[in-house]
Nanobody, 116 residues
Framework: QVQLVESGGGLVQPGGSLRLSCAAS????????MSWYRQAPGKERELVAT????????TLATSVKGRFTIARDNAKNTVYLQMSSLKPEDTAVYYC?????????WGQGTQVTVSS
């Protein structure tokens, strides 16, 4: 059974940084584009960042450009989201997603709370 396990969330003050990790197993990680999504209370899930299967290209939501970066290590089957200059509006549950054509898998999410 495919597994995506997020970690690294927590409580951080505005202006702080966090690095989220998503460890993948039981599928061919290097064949999948990987994304981070987030969902704030009362809001729809939104795409934050995507990285292609080789890591050759990344895209970021406008709201996080210049503050977040996405990276992957195919040798470790792990994708990362480095978040800096965090704002209260970044508070959400962050989800890892793996996508290959019609195949799409989700992790269970990790809570990020930005508050003083």
């Amino acid at each position: 059974q495919v597994q995506l396990v997020e970690s690294g969330g927590g409580l951080v003050q505005p202006g702080g940084s966090l690095r989220l990790s998503c460890a993948a197993s039981r599928f061919t990680f290097s064949s999948y584009d990987m994304s981070w999504y987030r969902q704030a209370p009362g809001k729809e899930r939104e795409l934050v960042a995507t990285i292609t299967k080789t890591g050759g290209a990344t895209t970021l939501a406008t709201s996080v450009k210049g503050r977040f970066t996405i990276a992957r290590d195919n040798a470790k089957n792990t994708v990362y989201l480095q978040m800096s200059s965090l704002k209260p509006e970044d508070t959400a549950v962050y989800y890892c997603n793996a996508r290959y054509f019609v195949h799409s898998y989700w992790g269970q999410g990790t809570q990020v709370t930005v508050s003083s």
